[in-house]
């Protein structure tokens, strides 16, 4: 079973820029369409952007022009650059499959990193 982990989150101001990273375990992750989810307290957990195996990227129109999405199938590695945060943004995030565009993924999860943009 496939594992992740992700880091990177933090504290940041309005406006500021955050990274995340995620690492997973296992060696069909470069066959594997990846997501980036987050969940805010009290609201579903929501995929905010996906990447396929072959590289094509999409986004929730909440954070189209500020995030950016990237995978290393060689590393089995995952990021997350996030730009112009805004208190919105702030959630736990997490990486793991995206079989299709805003299904939630099934299985396990990783802890996640929280991310905070106070207000």
């Known amino acids: 079973q496939v594992q992740f982990a992700e880091s990177g989150g933090g504290l940041v101001q309005p406006g500021g820029s955050l990274r995340l990273s995620c690492v997973a375990s296992g060696s069909a992750f470069r066959l594997y369409a990846m997501g980036w989810y987050r969940q805010a307290p009290g609201k579903q957990r929501d995929m905010v952007a996906r990447i396929t195996s072959g590289g094509d990227t999409k986004y929730a129109d909440s954070v189209k022009g500020r995030f950016t999405i990237a995978r290393g199938n060689a590393q089995n590695t995952m990021s997350l650059q996030m730009n112009s945060l805004k208190p919105e943004d702030t959630a736990v995030y997490y990486c793991?499959?995206?079989?299709?565009?805003?299904?939630?993924?099934?299985?396990?999860w990783g802890q996640g990193t929280q991310v905070t943009v106070p207000s």
């Open positions: 793991n499959r995206a079989t299709a565009w805003g299904l939630v993924a099934q299985g396990s």
